[in-house]
């Protein structure tokens, strides 16, 4: 099991992006584009501070036989946040100045994750030159290379709602192709420093942006468990076809801390 404690996260929710309807008795006539955008730039306070629910649980499994393994990654989390617009002024006819006072605006989100991949072990380089191959020390310190492919399926749910006012959601799911790999300095056979990364906006559908990046360092504090420190960076951007016409999605980047704890066995 990890945690994941976002330290930044910026981007945008849209409702009927690039959306353009026509009076139904003025052909031609095109009404300015009424498509609504949340842009998000929140730090840890901002999150915290605006936080109204969340629940989550993340784990990832591996199994290995030689260099061949399997690796499953689940993620969900649904999450709550409640913000107040700044309000602003309306220009009609380019004469009349209307105040338009600020509003709270609730907005719900629900992720979803889940990755099946096949993963194989390129090979170990020791980066000293081995004088003892009876003592498996004397490997260290040294770099191996994985890389695996596979699936991964993700779910989008985002709904936005005004007080006093409309109310707007999406949602959308969809299975695309997994590559990624993941370079390891190993110091010992307890320490060692890694970088993971993978993609999955392969497959040209709704998901138009999926990466992960993944930096830190495991700690193997007994034979069985070790703890994991990372730095992680995530990129989405899922789009959907309106139901009013144009595009409804998000495209968030986020970055923050992740502790994890394995057991091996």
């Known amino acids: 099991p990890y945690l994941f404690l976002p330290l930044d996260v910026r981007g945008d929710i849209f409702i009927g992006r690039s959306r353009q309807p026509q009076f139904p008795n003025r052909p031609g006539a095109i009404l300015p584009n009424p498509n609504f955008n949340l842009g998000v730039n929140a730090s840890l306070s901002d999150i915290t501070a605006r936080l109204t629910n969340i629940f989550g649980a993340s784990g990832r499994f591996q199994a290995w036989n030689g260099n061949f393994g399997i690796v499953a990654d689940g993620l969900y989390v649904n999450s709550g946040f409640r913000s107040s617009s700044d309000g602003g ?3 009609l006819r380019d ?5 338009i006072p600020g509003f709270q605006i609730d907005t719900r989100n629900t992720l979803s994750a889940f990755s099946l991949a096949a993963s194989y072990l390129l090979g170990t380089a020791p980066l000293r030159s ?10 260290y310190p040294a770099l191996s290379f994985e890389v695996l492919a596979g699936f991964r399926y993700l779910s989008v749910f985002q709904s936005v709602e005004f007080a006093r006012g409309p109310s707007f959601e ?3 799911s969809e299975v695309n192709p997994l590559l990624g790999g993941t370079v390891k300095f190993l110091l010992s056979d307890r320490l060692n420093f890694f970088f993971r990364a ?3 906006n392969l497959g040209g559908g709704n998901l ?3 990466y992960n990046l993944n ?3 495991d700690w193997k504090f007994s034979n069985s468990f070790a703890l994991r420190l990372a730095y992680r960076f995530n990129q989405i951007e899922f789009v959907t076809k309106g139901r009013f016409g144009g595009d409804d999605g998000l495209n968030l980047r986020s970055q923050g ?3 994890g704890l394995s057991w091996q066995f």
């Open 130 to 139: 081995i004088t003892d191959p009876s003592n498996p020390s004397n490997y």
């Open 95 to 99: 004469r009349f100045n209307l105040p």
């Open 89 to 91: 002024t309306f220009t």
């Open 170 to 172: 999406f949602s959308g």
């Open 208 to 210: 138009k942006q999926y």
């Open 198 to 200: 993978d993609t999955s």
């Open 215 to 217: 930096a830190g360092v």
């Open 257 to 259: 801390v992740q502790l």
